[in-house]
């Protein structure tokens, strides 16, 4: 048993996915799902089959009904399905949190950004990276939770991780629509996660970190002015975000080229283009920027407020997120090491159930 490509989880962002990988393939795939939510999973195969056959495409959906928790299980149905491509897809925090408002948690995440749900985003997907280096698997590990930050995460673990989806491709793909470029490829673009906010204001009301384009290899000067007709949705955009990974996936899955942009690749922080080529994946920066460069440009945003992590693996946090979290949590605050990922999880989970419990201030 073989699959092409394998999902894993059943929320909306994973549904995203295996729905247009089962509407868009031109190729036979198939496109394995897992999850323990039985009921979620048969109706996420039968509505992806039945979008493969509306369209007229060559892609087949299977589900595979396991406990993500369970390291047993997920690297049995790894061995056993050996995904050319792995997508990481369940996360313990819903995206929502950035429309929520009202308690204690969502008000620290609001003010300390999105850094402060990091751990809940990396600890499965930390697992699925060790389960892919134990199993000496040579797969594609594409995780969509938290991309930017959490893939920096992984790599400092000493674990594999190719790249995320979503964040940077909004913007890029947004913007490459209203521009009505029939070749995407013509557009180059830096962008950290950061940069996506100043988009879900009115144009009239933004400020703040802007992403860096070029278009043709030429910087855009202004590009809240230039790109004033763009606005993202203040819920999670995964129409567009989840979306942008699917050719991506098929490329790698098929053995095609591809070029756009991802989050977090091979690890690094924020957002760049990056293409896959001959079977490897790289960055695919516009001529007048370098390599360290486009990283210092993209590390800047979590120096200044958020989380990183040094090259020995020890995590902080920075800024007003920093200055939040120690409010609520002193210990917390402090920062941990990379290994510790599971302890930290804990409390920081325990520390989530008190701040939603409480109004926000």
Partial sequence: MTTDILVLGTGSFAARIVFDLAATAAEPVTIGIASRNAERLSWLRIAGNARASIFGAPARVESHAIDLLDRDALAALIAATRPAVLVQAASSQPSSVIAT????WSRLVAEGGLSATAVFQAQLSMRVAQTVRNARLSCQLVNCCFPDVVNSLIAAAGLPVTCGVGNIAILSNAFAGELRLQDSRRLKMLAHYQCVTPFRRKAEG????????????????????????????????????????????????????????????????????????????????????????????????????????????????????????????????????????????????????RLQSERAR
């Fill in 101 to 104: 408002e009202g308690d204690a």
């Fill in 206 to 353: 933004r400020s703040g970190p802007a992403a860096r384009v070029w278009i043709d290899g030429k910087e855009v000067a202004d590009v809240f002015k230039s790109f004033a007709s763009v606005k993202i949705t203040p819920e999670p955009a995964i129409e567009i975000s989840g979306a942008s990974g699917v050719p991506m996936m098929l490329a790698m899955a098929q053995g095609r080229d591809w070029s756009g942009h991802v989050p977090g690749p091979l690890g690094l922080p924020g957002g760049y283009p990056a293409a896959w080529r001959g079977g490897k994946f790289d960055l695919d920066l516009p001529e007048a920027i370098t390599r360290a460069e486009a990283v210092a440009w993209n590390a800047q945003f979590e120096e200044a407020n958020g989380m990183v992590v040094d090259g020995e693996g020890q995590v902080r946090y920075t800024g007003v997120l920093h200055d939040r979290l120690r409010d609520a949590s002193p210990e917390l605050a402090k920062g941990f090491h990379v290994r510790d990922i599971e302890a930290v999880y804990g409390e920081m989970a325990k520390l989530r159930t």
